[in-house]
């Protein structure tokens, strides 16, 4: 790639393949030419459940944006004009769809350039959500998972609402034997309707990713949060009073600035003591436009690999307790396409990965499987 100061990456999701050139271009992009803003746009942008984790990206353009490219690059864009929702959902892999129900975002959290980029939340109406879960069932997937930029944000300009979204999906697919995960939502956002309808539900599954970012109340202000840990915690014991058998998974940035060592022992402390099953763990990177990239005493990045060295450990250890708990219990399994030494991997319906003899079931199934010991980072079923 030659030289360049900016490098627009226009990016395809139709295939796992496509998926796996847009990564490979993006970090090829970035090694080749360090110093060259990067701008990201097209479906990828779309369906990706996690495009703001890519650091290397000083940019993102989903398809409703990509016409606004000059004036975004060139900083003449309006950001809060009105913008129209563009649904979209991936067919690349056999087993599991994201559908996209919702974008932008009302809130500017102090490391995010979502709300710069992507503008006000907006989102499908329950009625065409329904619709699009219908055809996607109908092409032969038997899970969907909900993506958005603030996907508790749903509805607000339709005068709906993320908890009628749920109900009318748990109305309408009972029987159906779809299963649809529901994605990130903010913690002050997961109303107890939200957890009670899930906990009745057989379509809803029983997986929250709740996102945290810092567990120490001075950071989260810095950040901009709308939450504090009091709250998180609430909101963790909730679920897990009921629905005990509930995934729980933390999205966690390590390394924002100015977090002490002594902030960071506290988020540390803070996860270890709440009932998650995983985290996913973000190293702070600078973003132009987000607030904190003008913050004093950024952390270095020594201090930022030991902390996520520790994060990494802290996350294996939830995960086998979180497996442990569950062993004995049996679980509806969905299998997936890929098989290894004679296994079938799949996923339980609380987000448990799972290994059952390929003799025994089909790809693409959901079966009852009796979760029965551990070995790696998977669950063998017997
Ligand atoms: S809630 Fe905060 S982190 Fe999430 S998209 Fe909005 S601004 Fe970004």
């Given amino acids: 790639m030659e030289e360049s100061d900016l490098i627009i990456i226009h990016s395809c999701a139709v295939t796992a393949s496509a998926e796996k050139k847009t990564r490979n271009l993006i970090s090829k992009a ?49 950001e809060h004009r009105e913008l129209k929702f563009h649904p979209a959902y991936s067919r690349n892999m056999r087993t599991r769809s994201f559908l996209k129900i919702q974008d932008g975002c009302d809130h500017f959290c102090t490391y995010c350039t979502v709300a710069h980029a992507r503008g006000r939340s907006r989102s499908d109406s329950i009625e065409a959500v329904l619709k699009n879960i219908q055809k996607i069932i109908d092409s032969g997937f038997k899970e969907i998972i909900f993506t958005g930029v603030n996907i508790g944000t749903f509805g607000i300009q339709n005068n709906e609402s993320f908890t009628e979204l749920i109900t009318a999906v748990d109305q309408k697919f009972t029987g159906s034997g779809i299963r649809i995960r529901t994605g990130s939502i903010e913690p002050e956002l997961l109303s107890e309707e939200i957890i009670n309808i899930t906990s009745k539900s057989e379509v809803i599954m029983p997986h929250f990713h709740l996102p945290l970012q810092s567990g120490c109340d001075e950071v989260l202000e810095r950040m901009k949060r709308r939450y504090n840990t009091a709250l998180y915690t609430e909101k963790c014991s909730l679920i897990k009073e009921k629905i005990p058998q509930a995934a729980i998974a933390a999205d966690l940035i390590v390394g924002f600035p100015g977090e002490t060592d002594d902030e960071f022992q506290e988020t540390y402390d803070f996860l270890n003591s709440i009932p998650i099953s995983y985290i996913h763990a973000f190293t702070y990177s600078d973003r132009p436009l987000a607030k904190a990239s003008s913050f004093p005493e950024k952390v270095s990045p020594q201090t930022t690999k030991e902390r996520m060295n520790q994060i990494v ?34 996923f339980s319906d609380n987000y448990i990965k799972c290994a059952v003899d390929e003799n025994l079931v089909g790809r693409n199934e ?8 551990i070995e790696a980072d998977f669950v063998v079923i017997a």
């Fill in 313 to 346: 450990e802290l996350t294996k250890a939830k995960e086998l307790e979180f497996y442990k708990e569950n062993l004995g219990s049996t679980r509806k399994i969905l299998t997936e396409s890929r098989s290894k030494d004679g296994f079938i991997f799949g």
């Fill in 30 to 78: 970035k090694n080749s030419n360090p110093k060259a803003k990067i701008a990201l746009m097209g479906c990828f942008v779309d369906v990706s459940k996690d495009i703001e984790k890519y650091a290397e990206l000083n940019q993102v353009l989903p398809n409703d944006l990509k016409m606004d490219l000059a004036s975004i690059l060139s900083g003449e864009f309006q």
């Fill in 366 to 373: 959901v079966f009852d499987g009796r979760l029965h010991h």
